[in-house]
């Protein structure tokens, strides 16, 4: 079955190359210029990957992906950018994007990207095996990547799921920033390690974590994370 792609960006030469380009690799691509247009088809096609330009009219990407992010969680999301710079890559990330592509690119690049984020979404076989695991309050179901805190289903990323499994896999270790941004795979993580921190954040935010006082992870100052066993 074809993964649907939707693209959202201005550059209409540039939509029409990425069309072609990814249909070689057998993506089901629909493109759009405007984002407010975009935001309707997301609702009406549900696609598996959503491609988002950063500068584009009426609304930016950060506000278009603000948006989607109140219907559409878990839709993972690639931002492109014509600056690449590192606050916006942050911005980005906080609002819930799940990789980030400075242009120009090499469109097999992107490709590549789109090939790791797709396989974030589908199992793999060893976490079909796990299916599911209880820590304290915290269920982890790693069959259809859903998290329950207390009974009540948390919305998560996939990219935060991702780090919540690394943690989980290997928790009661220090896990310093190489540790996790080595197995945290798909970003672009060159000069921009701090980002891991972004996303222990919004994971922490998600848990209902006070860092003052942990019940899943704890910063160890000077050495990195550690994932508890929970109450």
């Not at 109140?70 to 819930?96: C, F, N, Q, S, Y």
């Not at 920033?177 to 080595?182: A, G, I, K, S």
């Amino acid at each position: 079955m074809q993964n649907k792609i939707l693209i959202i960006d201005d550059d209409e030469k540039l939509l029409v190359r990425l069309q072609r380009y990814l249909e070689k690799f057998e993506y089901n691509v629909d493109v759009v210029a405007n984002p407010i247009k975009g935001l309707e088809m997301v609702s009406e096609l549900l696609p598996d990957l959503i491609i988002l330009d950063v500068m584009l009219p009426e609304i930016d990407g950060f506000e278009t992906l603000r948006k989607l992010r109140k219907k559409h969680e878990k839709i993972p999301v690639i931002m492109l950018t014509a600056r690449g710079d590192v606050t916006e890559r942050i911005v980005g990330l906080e609002l819930g994007a799940d990789d980030y592509l400075p242009k120009p690119f090499e469109p097999r690049e992107l490709v590549a990207r789109i090939q790791t984020v797709l396989r974030r979404i589908n199992p793999s076989k060893k976490e079909d095996e796990k299916e599911l695991i209880q820590i304290g309050q915290l269920e982890v179901n790693f069959r259809n990547h859903q998290v329950h805190l207390g009974g009540n289903l948390i919305d998560i990323t996939h990219l935060e799921f991702q780090l919540l499994s690394v943690f989980i896999e290997n928790r009661g270790r220090v896990l310093d920033r190489n540790f996790l941004l080595d197995n945290l795979r798909g970003m672009d993580w060159e000069n921009f390690n701090r980002s891991v921190d972004v996303l222990i954040s919004r994971l922490r935010q998600k848990l209902k974590e006070d860092p003052k006082i942990p019940k899943y992870i704890k910063t160890v100052w000077g050495s990195g994370y550690m994932f508890l066993e929970g109450e």
